[in-house]
């Protein structure tokens, strides 16, 4: 178990930015994740690299960001794979590892991992985990290599692409459904017909496309995805995978030579790629008291995602701020409820 300063789980004002005692309790429920991880990939040789926002601030706060709340690392393709083997079989009891391939139904591209699937006031999970009641996570990103040859990056593309516009078209229809539930009703019947035609033929259009990429894997690498997935009641199961092809592709192409690696949603997204030479090396940062590893040319790297990061820029990322908001409203009814019963 990990040890924090008597006083770290207070109120602090960093950047001018309010961290109460609770996002303290989450951080050190994060890090605690982060170093079974750590322990495992020690363990067995493998390499992760802090990323994203983690990068970011172990770099510019030496720790989180004030306004960030969740941890992200990089893991290279041929680790990540084997982590993908190894964490469901090493990690502590209770921990969950959401995947593709480790959990039915996880529609996501990376790999999450979760200290629990639900909030808990037992002293035992809060001694665990520094008083944290939620439950907590990381994402583990793979960095794949962009193949030199065309016709190979091509296909590799077309994969990535096509799970990518069936995920958009899952978040869509659940935005839809929802907005049937709510304000959208208001809408006119008329407004509401052209919009329904309208995404019913894009989706008509991409499912076409998807369809030729699976003739196309099939072709070049002998892949067989059941065309019977296309019909609209198997997406989701296409979606898990066009992921898991997507995960298997890249080791396909190990022998290729390349320059350039990237998350590939990043790549495909953004157009955001790095040079592998600056993840030959690792260095090590201080992030919340711990050492942590990072790409050698991590300048480079930040730079790469985000221009000028020296620069101070408040956000709260891609989701709420808090992470826990939804927890913190279940964990009332259930501390009322045991008010009550007692």
Avoid at 108 to 120: A, F, G, K, M, T
Avoid at 248 to 267: F, G, R, T, V, W
Wanted: aromatic residues 12%; contains cysteine.
């Amino acid at each position: 178990m990990l040890e924090f300063p008597v006083d770290y789980f207070q109120d602090e004002v960093r950047e001018d930015f309010l961290v109460d005692s609770t996002m303290k309790t989450v951080w050190a429920a994060e890090l605690e994740v982060l170093n079974e991880i750590a322990v495992i990939c020690l363990r067995h040789g493998l390499k992760w690299y802090a990323a994203y926002g983690t990068l970011l601030g172990a770099v510019r706060h030496q720790g989180f960001i004030p306004w960030d709340d969740d941890i992200d690392i990089w893991m290279k393709r041929e680790d990540y794979r084997k982590i993908l083997e190894i964490l469901p079989k090493e990690l502590p009891a209770g921990y969950i590892v959401r995947t593709p391939h480790a959990r039915e139904g996880y529609p996501e591209y990376q790999v999450y991992v979760n200290n629990s699937d639900s909030i808990s006031i037992e002293p035992e999970h809060l001694q665990q985990f520094h008083g944290c009641p939620f439950y907590v996570g990381i994402d583990i990103f793979p960095l794949d290599i962009i193949p030199a040859d065309q016709e190979r990056a091509d296909m590799q593309r077309s994969v990535f692409a096509s799970a990518l516009m069936l995920q958009q078209m899952d978040y869509a229809a659940k935005t839809v459904d929802d907005g049937k539930n709510g304000s959208a009703r208001a809408e006119s019947a008329a407004a509401g017909s052209s919009a329904s035609d309208r995404a019913t033929a894009e989706n008509t259009a991409i499912m076409v496309q998807i369809g030729k990429v699976l003739d196309m894997l099939w072709e070049q690498y002998k892949i067989n995805i059941d065309r019977k997935l296309l019909r609209k009641e198997h997406r989701k199961e296409l979606l898990m995978n066009l992921w898991r092809v997507a995960e298997q592709l890249p080791c396909k192409e190990k022998n290729m030579k390349s320059h350039q690696i990237a998350m590939y949603l990043d790549y495909l997204k953004f157009g955001k790629k790095f040079e592998a030479a600056w993840f030959e090396q690792e260095n090590y940062l201080s992030f919340e008291g711990f050492d942590i590893p990072v790409p050698g040319n991590y300048d480079a790297v930040l730079k790469a995602i985000y221009g000028d990061y020296k620069v101070c820029v408040r956000s709260v990322g891609m989701h709420d701020y808090p992470c826990y908001k939804k927890q913190l409203e279940e964990l009332r009814r259930r501390v009322a409820q045991a008010e009550k019963s007692n």
